[in-house]
């Protein structure tokens, strides 16, 4: 992935520079790189290992979450507030892959109404459902269902469906029909929510991340150049137009220069860097003493993830270890107040436990299992700031979780849905009912908010910290900086109903389309 020289009369250094090599960024950059007359560079903050024997196996075992584990060595931390009084720490991948390399392999796409929203805060008609059909098929390859009007099978991505015959997955898939909830044997087709396998790209046991589904395929293009352990500290900016980037690499500081800058540094990064470049809210840069290039009150201004909760059950028995993936079934459903038909509640069910998930083993005899419950509806409710003891330093994350009563509503909703599940008979055959919270707290609202707030975490699904709109438009342009864009979900203006990471690749795919073709 090594660039060469550059063509006559054209500027020295890289067409386009890419900052970061995760779900969006990685997409990206392989596509520009098609173009055998652009040069690209990529740089990423962490390591870039080559092809798979280069990466470390948990990285690549879907049976585990790197991400899970606290202090993994691919993993960036940043504190975060997801109340008043809940510190957390939520985590994004430093490696190539990003958090596509560490997190579960959940690569379900986003629903048509997102799409619909995200078009009328201002994407416009390229972002409905109906355009981003044909790229949504073009990045995947389909192994279960190939191609045909709503799968593809030629893209860089690798979809299998997670394996059901698990014990614990049968007696969660018969609950479910005990219950009423449909089938819902495809969750990437737009149909009525309900339990099924969970879309993943982790195919016979392997996490393929996009670092090596997108640009290892690359390798040897002389047009493309992926660098790690290069840190991007902010963007340089002459007369209104980006023109390169102060990166640090083994703790030496250089300017690269380039014709376009493309920030795919994720949704807590990329705008952290915006700011540090003096691109944001006028007052608030201000009042840091950084200097003002252009005003763009959305930067961090507002932002949206999903309040998760674990849910663990105890096994009645001994049950074998999953084959593939930590990932069993899902139940999708919408909330009472049936604002969105899609299904804003998510039960999401782990094959291993959460003590495994958290060491990086497997099997931990006589463990709980768990289930993972989250509400996904797209409400922003977060805001992200420069720390004013040390802008450089993270970013301070105040996610703004239970700050209404139908935050606190919903989740009751979705752990009473999952506590009545295990009680039925059907699931029965595995496991006795949930061990936390029991019965007495289920029963009751101000309890049941109590156990919630004292157990509350996230999905780490941030979105909309630069919002398509008021700081971006469609192709991800940073309004009033030429030569700037922001391509990964900071740009989505709310977070869609299912966990991002296909829709974050997507961008890099609409971008990268873009780009190629030279929309305006």
């Known amino acids: 992935m090594r660039r060469t020289g550059h063509a006559r009369g054209r500027t020295p250094g890289p067409d386009v520079i890419v900052v970061g090599a995760g779900a969006a960024g990685a997409a990206l950059a392989a596509r520009l790189a098609e173009d055998p007359d652009r040069r690209v560079l990529v740089l990423e903050s962490g390591p870039v290992p080559g092809l798979p024997p280069s990466f470390p196996p948990e990285l690549l075992d879907a049976r585990l979450v790197p991400g899970a584990r606290p202090g993994h060595p691919a993993v960036q931390p940043y504190p975060a507030r997801l109340t008043a009084g809940r510190p957390y720490t939520v985590v994004r991948g430093r490696v190539l892959g990003g958090s596509t390399t560490v997190n579960g392999g959940y690569f379900v796409r986003a629903r048509r109404e997102d799409f619909e929203r995200w078009a009328a805060a201002g994407g416009g008609p390229v972002w409905s459902y109906e355009r981003m059909l044909p790229l949504l098929r073009a990045l995947e390859t389909d ?199 899609g299904g804003d509640l998510e039960i999401l069910q782990s094959l291993v436990p959460m003590a495994g998930l958290t060491s990086g083993r497997v099997s931990v005899p006589g463990a709980p299992l768990a289930f993972l419950v989250s509400v996904q509806t797209p409400r922003p409710t977060g805001r992200l700031r420069l720390d004013p003891a040390g802008p450089g330093q993270p970013p301070s994350l105040d996610h703004g979780y239970l700050s209404t009563a139908e935050d606190r509503r919903r989740l009751r909703e979705v752990v009473r849905v999952t506590a009545e599940l295990a009680a039925t008979a059907d699931f029965a055959e595995v496991g006795g009912g949930l061990t936390d919270p029991g019965p007495r707290v289920t029963a009751e609202d101000r309890l049941l908010d109590e156990w919630i707030r004292g157990h509350l975490g996230t999905c780490h699904h941030t979105c909309g910290t630069v919002p398509l709109g008021p700081a971006v438009d469609a192709y991800g342009r940073v309004h009033g900086v030429a030569g700037l864009r922001v391509a990964d979900t900071s740009i989505l203006p709310t977070p869609p109903l299912r966990g991002p990471a296909a829709t974050a690749v997507l961008i890099g795919e609409l971008v990268a389309d873009a780009m190629r073709r030279g929309l305006t």
């Open 143 to 341: 192994l279960d269902d190939g191609a045909g009007p709503l799968h593809g099978d030629g893209g860089p991505v690798r979809i299998r469906r997670t394996d059901l015959r698990h014990p614990a997955a049968v007696a969660f898939g018969a609950a479910a029909r005990r219950l009423g909830f449909p089938e819902e044997p495809d969750k990437n087709a737009q149909d009525p929510p309900g339990f099924g396998p969970v879309p993943s790209n982790a195919v016979d046991g392997v996490r393929v991340n996009t670092g090596l589904a997108y640009l290892a395929r690359m390798s040897g293009r002389p047009n493309l150049r992926v660098e790690g352990d290069s840190t991007v500290l902010g963007i340089v900016v002459e007369r209104g137009r980006a023109t390169g980037v102060v990166v640090e690499r083994h703790g030496r500081r250089a300017t690269v220069r380039g014709g376009e800058v493309v920030l795919c540094a994720g949704a807590l990064r990329s705008p952290q860097l915006l700011l540090l470049s003096g691109v944001g809210p006028r007052a608030e840069l201000a009042a840091l003493g950084i200097p003002v290039v252009r005003d763009v009150p959305a930067v961090g201004a507002r932002f949206g993830d999903h309040p998760q909760l674990v849910l663990e059950w105890a096994p009645r028995r001994p049950l074998p270890e999953p084959a593939g993936s930590w990932l069993g079934g899902a139940l999708h459903l919408p909330a009472s107040d049936g604002d969105h038909p």
